[in-house]
């Protein structure tokens, strides 16, 4: 089992900047590929970002391509999302996610088998 806790979401306003955190526990941190999605309200979760257990490797939805960076931090077991120029449409409920390492990032859902609470992100206009 991992256990995943997100921190760092807030109320901003468009323009702004965060940076959300996600801690995990219970199994070897860096063996795991790890992502962000979100879940904007009355929508479906959406991939957002992922990176490979290294952190060699990264991937991003092209909503977010050179808004968003995904980092990790092994010895931390963290694993971190920036947020630069935010807009509302990037109003959402942020969650993290782990999946055992992979031969190529996944994206889907149904793809990564441990999730965090989830953190929420509102952007005003």
């Known amino acids: 089992q991992v256990q995943l806790v997100e921190s760092g979401g807030g109320l901003v306003q468009a323009g702004d900047s965060l940076r959300l955190s996600c801690v995990a526990s219970g199994r070897t941190f860096s063996a795991y590929d790890m992502a962000w999605f979100r879940q904007p309200p009355g929508k479906e979760r959406e991939f957002v970002a992922a990176i490979s257990w290294s952190g060699g490797t990264t991937y991003y939805e092209d909503s977010v391509k050179g808004r968003f960076t995904i980092s990790r931090v092994n010895a931390k077991n963290t694993v971190y999302l920036q947020m630069n120029s935010l807009k509302p449409e990037d109003t959402a409920v942020y969650y993290c996610?782990?999946?055992?390492?992979?031969?190529?990032?996944?994206?889907?859902?149904?793809?990564?088998?441990?999730w965090g609470q989830g953190t929420q992100v509102t952007v005003s206009s």
């Open positions: 996610a782990a999946v055992l390492l992979r031969a190529t990032l996944r994206v889907r859902v149904s793809e990564y088998d441990y």
